[in-house]
């Protein structure tokens, strides 16, 4: 699960002095561990090191060694996308550890055509460099390869979902992402939102242009992995949570994306940016906008007023009935909540998950990014939430029907939690 908790003094709040292809909604509308279908793979074969490297200024190389010695290279381009192996040839393999090199390996490509693969001498030195050569557009290039020893648990993760677990390479059955090997610890990605032009009023088009940096060196980052079929998912809301829109920026040649976007009315905008830094963790971060009205008009910064509405809601060409469990959600304890299409057949993945789902309490203070804990296609799917506080939440729920998105929203009411503080 992703939340995002932020009191309003924290927040980061960009201040205007003025004021696309979307997913609109109406204005007022156990962990589990599963098996890969992968053959059960021996820890001997388990990646012990891995490394990364540039070849050209634009073709990225991704390298992990088992240690039992089996070598593994998957390239990518600038944008993040996989160069098929089948467009290089001749590519070889030499390690130079404890100051000298080993004799060069010959890869193969494997049966799917993704990557390189081939079994050669085992690393023993955690200090090693891979020396890789290929033949690409008709001459041979190479590039250095540091390796460094693979941190974490060594077993296949979810980088979304930490809980969902695998013996071998394949998607996450609730997300649809690439199984890693041990997930990294969560580092915050610094992320800069500007807005062109800086002056603007609502109903005016605007760009918003996000900018990530690495935290480490502080450089731009230019590459990002695949999240949910894109490379940045974005999510705006408005204060009173009439407004919401999922849409997903461009991305630039200098790495940043670009989104346009019309504000419909003055007011304070919550902005939550979804995307994911190769080498990374995926990232989920908030920003603030707040849009003036004409010169000299009041702008009306209240909190939503949300009545409870969990009620059957009207899709593009299906309704959702909600049944929660218990009845009465409470604050810091475990709801399940229960979705029933009505007609429920033709159902299809979109964006890579069953469904989507983004959470925001009336104050916007708590933002979570949701997908079903279980769903198989059938007309109801389930998702287990524990809910940070007492407040009323909108739940807005994105699911796709005969190839038609449906989005729709319920009210849902949050109590105190019934166990006593320590």
């Keep these: 699960m992703h939340l995002v908790k932020l009191p309003f003094s924290l927040m980061t709040l960009a201040v205007l002095v003025g004021c696309g292809g979307r997913e609109k909604a109406p204005p007022d509308s156990q962990p589990s561990r599963v098996q890969s279908t992968a053959p059960r793979e021996s820890p001997s074969a388990t990646p012990k090191y891995q490394g990364s490297g540039v070849i050209n200024d634009n073709l990225h190389l991704d390298m992990a060694v088992s240690q039992s010695g089996e070598y593994t290279v998957a390239l990518s381009d600038d944008r993040g996308d996989e160069v098929p192996a089948s467009e290089v040839s001749g590519l070889v393999v030499a390690f130079k550890q404890s100051g000298a090199p080993s ?60 809980d969902i677990r695998s013996n071998g390479p394949g998607q996450c059955p609730r997300c649809g992402m690439k199984f890693v090997i041990g997930r990294p610890d969560h580092e915050e990605y610094p992320l800069d939102l500007r807005m062109a032009p800086a002056t603007f009023l609502p109903g005016q088009r605007v760009g918003m242009i996000f900018g990530v940096k690495d935290p480490k060196t502080g450089k731009p980052v230019r590459r990002f992995e695949v ?108 709801t399940t ?12 993945r979109y964006l890579g998950a069953w469904a989507h789902m983004l959470i925001a309490s009336d104050d916007l203070i708590d933002l979570m990014h949701e997908h079903p804990s279980h769903a198989d296609g059938g007309p109801q799917m389930l998702v287990d939430l524990t809910f940070p506080r007492p407040r009323t939440y909108r739940v807005w729920l994105q699911f796709q029907r005969n190839g038609v998105v449906n989005t729709v929203a319920f009210n849902i009411p949050v109590a105190n939690s019934r166990t006593p503080r320590k």
């Design 337 to 348: 909540l229960l979705f029933r299409m009505k007609p429920g057949d033709g159902m299809g």
């Design 103 to 162: 004799g060069s390996v010959s890869l193969r490509i494997n049966d799917t055509g993704e990557s390189w693969v081939g079994r050669g001498p085992s690393v023993l030195d955690s200090n090693a460099t891979a020396l890789v050569a290929l033949f690409l557009h008709g001459e041979t290039v190479s590039a250095s390869v540091p390796l460094s020893a693979v941190g974490g648990p060594l077993d296949y993760v979810c980088p979304m979902h930490p």
């Design 227 to 334: 999240v949910h079929e894109r490379l940045f998912h974005l999510f705006i809301l408005s204060a009173d949570l009439k407004y919401f829109v999922h849409d997903h920026p461009e991305l630039n040649q200098d790495g940043s994306f670009r989104y346009n976007e019309v504000f419909p009315k003055p007011g304070m905008y919550r902005v939550l940016a979804d995307f994911y830094p190769k080498g990374g963790t995926p990232q989920l971060i908030p920003k603030t906008i707040f849009v003036p009205g004409p010169p000299g008009s009041p702008v009306d910064f209240a909190e939503a007023k949300l009545a409870p509405e969990i009620g059957p809601q009207h899709g593009q060409n299906s309704d959702m009935e909600l049944v929660l469990d218990p009845p009465q959600p409470r604050s810091g304890e475990k």
